[in-house]
């Protein structure tokens, strides 16, 4: 456990760095999080949880643990193509660079780092800020408690709509690095935003990344969160999402997971108002020796809400998926439609997925389904299309694409289709700048 | 005038056992054959061998197609070369469009042949036309290939495909089974007009009600593995009469 050495005499060694830039209230829960780090530690393979996930090939390896405290201003950034955005912000190394460090936009959005929001709206931080990690305390949430020097923090006032935002969240560390990226996310009542997040590596470099989101949805908020995650074949990510819904408040989600050694997203939303909708999709690509985790847990606390798991994955080579999937219904949770579907391909032997759905239901009056399927590409229609011409491999191209259509249909912004089925197919491909002769014919070449 | 089609002693089976045992066939250009036979008889077998299926060993014999042994020939190459195939079970393809489908399939056609990829309304042109041959709804262009398709709407799509690929050797596997009359008329209908002195038919079938639409030019009798009988159609119909005792 080389990594977790490593970053426990960092922690001790570099106290007034890790704490001194934040106010009581940050450093308090800080200093705690540091302490139960060095207490517990990454988690054990015996947890449930983790038993899947190849955590070693992390936790021996070196990653610098204060590159994310020092802000490099020469770090540049520039954005990817995503269309008719109102704002572009990047978090560049677990730091927020945008023109200005914090504003408010004429609608009253706020908009910026989170270290500078801490200082500027401590009231506003407080109220929220670690409230939804408090409860749940996962894996890493210590860490990234412990050591996080910054991240995004978004405010938008009560009845403040049609805002998109785009954020690139870029790996551009020149050594190994461990990086923690803490984010905020606040949406007042009936307030609406869309966010577009693409995870990038700039640097042909290992990145261990622990990337934590608390997002509010107050009653009638409605919150469309789109994220592209391509990171190169020696970084990892660990993303916890948490979500509070409030009462007629609508969560979607769509996480596309196209390339990075180990990639790993949880997300827990807990509906405590009534009449609420949530739906998560989640579309995931590995090959070689690449992981890939989805762990989902949505809560229904009260009654007549609405919420839809559907994930569906391609593992290649020898990569390893982990889908554990849950709903929860609780006993004042009546009238609650709740489904959640994975699927899944393994082109090879080798290749593995656990895939694990839940239901808990303590309510009696309730819809419920849940599903998992895993499977080969089908060979009857592998030959029906060879036998009009087509050859094998866009035979197979062409139905794992097909595979990958329910997801890619569930976005909502038009604007964002047609790339996300270039990455989709350029991925599929297996080389993202060949591909004068597929038969996909993306729209965009590099 | 060369042979289509010359299939010499074939012999061949799945998993160590022998389903075609010394199987002879010539078809010529502007042939209709038709071949009948009880169940499990290698109808299909010999259809799946001739269109490169995985999975089955040739263990002697050879299969001529236009002058080329095509044995070792892919799929995909033999499709490419002029070989379709009519399903008697069409697959479906959850997510891929017909449109998409036939764009794919008309395009590789065309790179084999050194061409550039067909242009859209020149596509659009063309499936519109063969739609018409074989009287398939227009809506079909955008639902998923044979998703949700009725039976009959299967059977026409088959023809549909082999109309837009314009093979010189189409295999039309049980096209009837399961059709109501109307279908297997115009399924019928949508053959004859595709009929040239220079493509070919085999067609498959275990009725004799399918060849009063497609009259053959040759009716073959398949038994255990072999054609044991071949005449005009007059045999389509002595079968029909005396069944398959006729060659037992």
Known sequence: MKLQDNIIEYINENQALLNDSFPDFIKDIRTKAQQDFIKKGFPSQKNEKWRRTKLKNIADQYYHPGINMIFDKELKWESCVVPEYDRAVALVNGHYVAEKILEVLPNGIVIGSLQAATEKYPDLVKRYFNKLVAQQNKAFDDLNAAMFADGLFLYVPKNVQGFRLQITHRLDAKIDALINVRNLIILEENAQIDMVQCDDSNQHRSHFVTFNAEVFLADKAKLNWYKYQNINNLSAIFSNHYYEVGSQANLYTNFIELNGKTLRNEQFAQIIGVAAKVDLYGLYLADKLQQVDNVIFVSHDKEGSYSNQKFKGILDDSARGFFNGQILVKKDAQQTNAFQKNDNILLTDKARISSQPFLEIYADDVSCSHGSTTGQIDEDALFYIRQRGISKRDAQLLQLYAFTGEIIDAIKIPELIEPTKDLVKKRLNGKLDVCEDCILQCQTRT | ?248
């Open chain 2, 1 to 248: 005038m060369n042979p289509i089609l010359e299939i010499k002693n074939l012999h061949a089976g799945i998993g160590g056992k022998e389903i075609l045992k010394g199987l002879n066939l010539t078809v010529n250009p502007g042939e209709v054959h038709a071949i009948m036979g009880p169940n499990g008889t290698g109808k299909s077998t010999l259809a799946n061998i001739i269109t490169g299926r995985e999975g089955y060993e040739v263990t002697e014999g050879e299969i001529i197609f236009k002058a080329k042994d095509i044995l070792s020939l892919d799929p995909e190459e033999r499709a490419l070369e002029g070989i379709f195939l009519g399903f008697q079970y069409p697959v479906e393809i959850p997510g891929v469009s017909m449109t998409n489908f036939m764009k794919a399939a008309i395009d590789a056609k065309r790179k084999y042949k050194g061409l550039d990829p067909i242009k859209p309304g020149e596509f659009l042109k063309m499936m519109r036309e063969k739609q018409a041959l074989v009287d398939i709804p227009d809506k079909i262009k955008n639902r998923s290939v044979n998703e949700g398709f009725s039976g009959g709407e299967k059977k026409k799509n088959e023809i549909f495909q082999m109309a837009m690929l314009d093979p010189d050797l189409a295999i039309l596997d049980e096209t009837d089974s399961g059709l109501d009359i109307d279908a297997l008329r115009s399924v019928a209908e949508g053959v004859n007009k595709l009929r040239s002195k220079d493509n070919a038919f085999i067609v498959i079938t275990h009725y004799q009600r399918l060849l009063d639409y497609i009259v053959p030019d040759i009716v073959h009798i398949m038994y255990d593995g072999k054609i044991v009988k071949s005449g005009d159609k007059e045999l389509a119909l002595e079968l029909e009469e005396k069944g398959y005792k006729l060659v037992e």
